[in-house]
């Protein structure tokens, strides 16, 4: 059987920028599923999903031009049933024979559980791919998410875009197919300026090549790596080094078929502005590139990229220039307005400003969340009065200018204008850091004072929303509780704080008070604890670990965190499973005692050596372990804790826990008891066996 290159491309107009990744990947899996479906064989060697605004296409190095001979087997009747007792075909028989096309006798027999029957078995050759490739288009291009379908014409079909032209090959052949009302050719075409002709594709793989001489990088790798290297020359001959985000190099990557960077700058008296604010509109309304210094600040030059090897880039430099100006004038103006008003002037707006219905103004909010930073701040050593202070200027610059026309910026104008206002650095960081993290891949606030305000900024929202009755269901979390408290969790514990969450918890509670409201302090611990829980299965660690810890639900995070390492340790040491197993074991064991289990074992009832000796082994270790379990260093008391494994062992191959004498009986209990009351100081380990 032959292998021959399978080329598809669907042309189309400029597709959704955002989608555009995920709609090449769909197609790519669609198509190749669908050939695979019907046992056509793949080579697929380094293939990717290639694409670029105007088209998706999928390019395999190797696809077999047949399927294989294709087997059927149908069952038949049983011979009892077949055959009447002269060995003649009944009815039944000939019926089957009748349907299948052939003389009964022509029909072979099987044996199965059941008894000896008929079956049919035929073998026909494959069909040749060419023929199938009508089938594996049309499957592809119905499994593609494309939520809202655009149609155009009187055609009842739709696209994510209209579709102009179709290439399909396999080898050297066209395949005779069709899709959205265009039938496939070898033409394709190239740079909508550059190259607006047809360009011919003899082969698949001409294909990549073919399009290069026409101005279009098909592939998103190689496009991508051009536009990194294009900003990068360029900020580099502009003296600094630009600032390239993933998501927006993504976006520009898929609204490019042929980038040019275009070196570019504005006048620096708008570097007066505060930097995050230019970059915003640069990145998320221009898809532009800022150009840094060596420290990291903002300069006047910027790159754009543009879509066109133009013969005067200077013209489309003014273009990029006269865009960007109206807009930086505005936030130019928004700033200065913002700071003839001052931070504290800000603040009287919030008296007026709902938070939410049930939970009062943000001003309200403002009283809770100072109350708890100053709680907070006791608990780790940060300076009260500071922690005071950022709180209660933390939500101020909601009732900006600059955060209304640039929302992403809460907190970081609250910085800018507390400076402004002589604040200390210390404060105005923290107005900027209580947000963090502000996405998932963010880092937590690296300042104590800003951990200490986030810490108390999602304590508050967490309890609020939760007696407000917002709880997250299904995919709907109005408030976003759920990244609320993941950012709490990983700043105490990333932050390494020692901090009793349920205590805080409660505190938050009590904030609610005023307002006739109350959350479930249980409740909310749990609901943090879930979220911690994808928390570490992206760290890889295994939910029979978490779910050790979880069992304990330790007051702490951050000590959470270190039971957790420790029982990752554990569970490599050898004796681990088997304590593990006794332990569940002993679990079992206590469950089902009739009466109260004594809490003290009494020597004088050890009457057996093995229980002496576990004994004996449960006190050595109890001593040894209780000033490590103080302190905390989990891995020492399990590493300790660990080395009873021989005598927990010899006490259940040689002790009957169920004695008939209830004293005996009741004294192995306490033992055992104890025994596992160690045992589960660090963590549950017993949901660590299978």
Known sequence: MSMQPLLIELGTEELPVKALPGLAQAFFDGVIAALEKRGVAVERGDAKPLYTPRRLAVLLPGVASEQPAQHSEVLGPYLNIALDTDGQPTRALQGFAAKAGVDWTQLEKISDAKGERFVHRTVKPGARTLDLLQDVLDEALAAMPIPKPMRWGDHPYGFARPLHWLVALLGDAVADV?????????????????????????????????????????????????????????????????????????????????????????????????????????????????????????????????????????????????????????????????????????????????????????????????????????????????????????????????????????????????????????????????????????????????????????????????????????????????????????????????????????????????????????????????????????????????NAVAELKPASLYDFDRRLAAIGLFAQLPEAAALAAANKRIGNILKKADGAIPDQIDPARLVEPAEQALADAVAAAEAETMPALQRGDYVQVLTRLAQLRPQVDAFFEAVMVNADDPALRSNRLALLARLASRLDSVAAIECLSA
């Open 178 to 546: 069709t899709a959205l009302g265009i039938r496939a050719g070898r033409e394709t075409r190239g740079h909508r300026f550059h190259h607006p002709q047809p360009v011919p594709v003899a082969t698949p793989q001409a294909y990549v090549e073919a399009l290069r001489a026409a101005f279009v990088l098909v592939d998103p790798d190689q496009r991508r790596a051009r536009i990194v290297a294009e900003v990068e020359h360029a900020a580099k001959a502009a003296g600094g080094q630009a600032r390239i985000e993933p998501d927006i190099l993504e976006q520009v990557n898929c609204l490019t078929e042929w980038p040019v960077a275009i070196r570019c700058a504005f006048e620096r008296e708008f570097l007066a502005v505060p930097q995050e604010a230019l970059i915003q509109t640069m990145e998320t309304n221009q898809k532009f590139f800022p150009v840094l210094d060596a420290q990291g600040r903002l300069t006047e030059h910027f790159i754009g990229i543009a879509n066109i090897a133009s013969k005067d880039p200077a013209e489309i430099r003014k273009g990029y220039e006269r865009v960007i100006r109206p807009r930086f004038a505005d936030a130019r103006f928004f700033y200065d307005e913002d700071l003839k008003q001052g931070l504290l002037a800000m603040g009287e707006g919030l008296k007026t400003v709902t938070y939410q219905a049930r939970l009062g103004t943000l001003a309200d909010k403002v009283v809770r969340v100072t109350a708890l930073a100053e709680v907070i701040a006791s608990c780790v050593g940060a300076d009260v009065a500071q922690a005071r202070r950022a709180a209660q200027l933390c939500k101020n610059d909601l009732q900006s200018r600059m955060v209304n026309e640039f929302p992403e910026l809460q907190g970081i104008a609250g910085r800018y204008y507390a400076l402004a206002a002589g604040e200390p650095e210390a404060v105005a960081l923290a107005i900027d850091e209580a947000y963090r993290p502000r996405f998932a891949a963010d880092d937590i606030a690296a300042s104590m004072l800003g951990k200490v305000l986030a810490i108390a900024e999602r304590l508050d929202t967490l309890a609020g929303g939760f007696a407000a009755g917002l709880k997250p269901t299904g995919n709907k979390d109005p408030f976003a509780l759920r990244r609320n408290a993941l950012g709490l969790a990983r700043t105490i514990i990333e932050s390494g704080l020692t901090l009793d969450l349920p205590d805080l918890l409660a505190r938050a509670n009590a904030g609610l008070a005023a307002h006739g409201l109350r959350a479930e302090v249980a409740e909310l611990y749990d609901f943090i604890l879930d979220r911690l829980r994808s928390y570490y299965a992206e760290r890889g660690v295994p939910a029979a670990h978490f």
